[in-house]
């Protein structure tokens, strides 16, 4: 089983990569998190089942009330939820995990978050009270909420509702997104943004169809709307040998951020095979069987090819 401290230390993300965190967390003997903050960090235990909502009421709406719920965005349909430190964001931040997601990468750490019938259904002011109780967490550490996913546009209503309850409690918002629905977010919803963490999967047309099944394009609209707005911007981009990292597509991702003027910082996140296991208990065929890790010299160099456009890059 993982323990809770080298997962604190090294937090696996949905898009296949791997992150540090700022400090581990001691397990106790079941595996479940110990800390002094008097709250749970993650939504069950580090040997995370199909889906971590444990300390959420799940709703019991028959389907029909379901639906017209979901519609109204007052269910949502979540994965899991967990409390992390330096990533998804600036401080200590509450991500939440939403089900479903029109893109079909190949590299996807969790992917069984494609599908939203597999999440759990969660009330809108559920998952607010939730966010209520680490207020004074966010305020300490300059955190907050990060609605992720699957991908999170999939359920545009609930995200709606979600941001702005947490900016009425004076809450820091990012939404950690592909773009691809970037047309599901409206201006309204915009506003309620405060960073946006956008997944920019490939520069070249050809290979974001290769590693996703779908366009570009409304990816980078979306990038370029959020930038005329202002909106800050952390740009992801995942590199995987043979898949992204030639250097022409990467230099067709860094010459689109370096365009977008709101972009503070440009994460390269090494690919892992972490997920490969999840793929096969779900009955999918796994493209990236045989692909390594990426280079610490292949790591370096990417990095560069968006440092020489003078971006902030970690």
């Known amino acids: 089983m993982t323990t809770a401290a080298s997962t604190a230390a090294s937090r696996v993300q949905g898009d296949g990569s791997t992150r540090a965190a700022d400090h581990a967390v001691p ?4 595996g479940a998190p110990i800390v ?43 994965h899991s939820w967990e409390l992390v430190t330096a990533v998804d964001g600036p401080g200590t931040r509450l991500t939440t995990f939403l ?10 750490h969790n992917p069984d978050t494609m599908e939203m019938r597999r999440g759990e259904p969660v009330t809108a002011d559920e998952l607010l009270s939730r966010i209520t109780r680490y207020r004074s967490i966010f305020e300490v550490t300059g ?9 999170p546009l999939m359920q545009p209503a609930f995200v709606a509702r979600i941001l702005r309850g947490a900016k ?4 820091h918002t990012a939404v950690d997104t592909s773009g691809y629905l970037g047309a599901h977010c409206t201006d309204a919803m915009l506003e309620d943004i405060d960073l946006v963490l956008l997944d920019v999967k ?29 909106t800050e911007i952390w740009v992801r981009f995942v590199l995987v040998p043979g898949l992204t990292d030639a250097p022409e597509n990467v230099d067709a991702v860094a010459d689109y951020v370096a365009s977008l003027s709101s972009v503070s910082r440009v994460e390269v996140l090494p690919f892992h095979q972490m997920g490969r296991d999840k793929w096969a208990s779900l009955g999918l065929r796994y493209e990236l069987e045989d692909t390594p890790a990426p280079t610490p010299e292949l790591v370096e160099r990417v990095r560069e090819q968006f440092r020489s456009r003078g971006l902030t890059v970690r």
């Not at 955190?143 to 991908?151: A, H, K, L």
Request: glycine content about 20%; proline content about 5%; hydrophobic content about 30%.
């Open 27 to 30: 397990a106790g003997p079941d």
């Open 36 to 78: 002094e903050l008097g709250v749970p960090v993650v939504g069950g235990a580090y040997g995370r089942s199909s889906s971590g909502t444990s300390g959420l009421e799940l709703s019991e709406a028959d389907r029909s009330e379901r639906f017209a719920q979901m519609r109204a965005g007052e269910l949502g349909s979540l």
């Open 99 to 108: 089900s479903g997601c029109p893109l079909q990468c190949l590299y996807c």
């Open 143 to 151: 955190g907050g909420i990060t609605i992720s996913g699957g991908e």
């Open 168 to 171: 009425e409690m004076g809450i």
């Open 202 to 230: 490939s520069g070249i047309p050809e290979t974001y169809r290769r590693v996703t099944g779908r366009e570009l394009e409304p990816t980078l609209e979306f990038g370029r709307r959020l930038a005329a707005r202002g």
